[in-house]
């Protein structure tokens, strides 16, 4: 079964920095992609940024482009978002999951996810 783990959240004050962690197994294939998304209280949940395991194609929403980075690491099977600059609206719930691939301009779920990490920012 596809598991993903997502860590790193906490409490930051606006401007400061943090790393999200996912940890991703049990694909049977290796060309998957894997985004992040984050849902803040009586919101929808939204994409964030997204990544191609095979090429490292990245997709990222306005909201955080030019201040989040989305990266992986093949031999730990890992996916991390960078956040710099953090606003506080970027408070939220941040959860991994799978989605179509290959990204191109969006990142579009298929129903895996990972337990979410709570962000928040101060102001």
């Known amino acids: 079964d596809v598991q993903l783990q997502a860590s790193g959240g906490g409490l930051v004050q606006a401007g400061g920095s943090l790393k999200l962690s996912c940890v991703v197994s049990?694909?049977?294939?290796?060309?998957?992609?894997i985004g992040w998304f984050r849902q803040a209280p009586g919101k929808e949940r939204e994409a964030v940024s997204c990544?191609?395991?095979?090429?490292?194609?990245?997709v990222y929403s306005r909201n955080v482009k030019g201040r989040f980075t989305i990266s992986r690491d093949n031999s730990q099977n890992e996916v991390y978002l960078q956040m710099n600059n953090l606003k506080p609206e970027d408070t939220a719930v941040y959860y991994c999951?799978?989605?179509?691939?290959?990204?191109?301009?969006?990142?579009?779920?298929?129903?895996?996810w990972g337990r979410g990490t709570q962000v928040t920012v101060s102001s």
């Open positions: 999951g799978a989605v179509w691939a290959p990204v191109s301009v969006r990142c579009d779920p298929y129903g895996y």
């Open positions: 049990g694909f049977t294939y290796e060309d998957y992609a």
């Open positions: 990544i191609n395991r095979s090429d490292g194609r990245q």
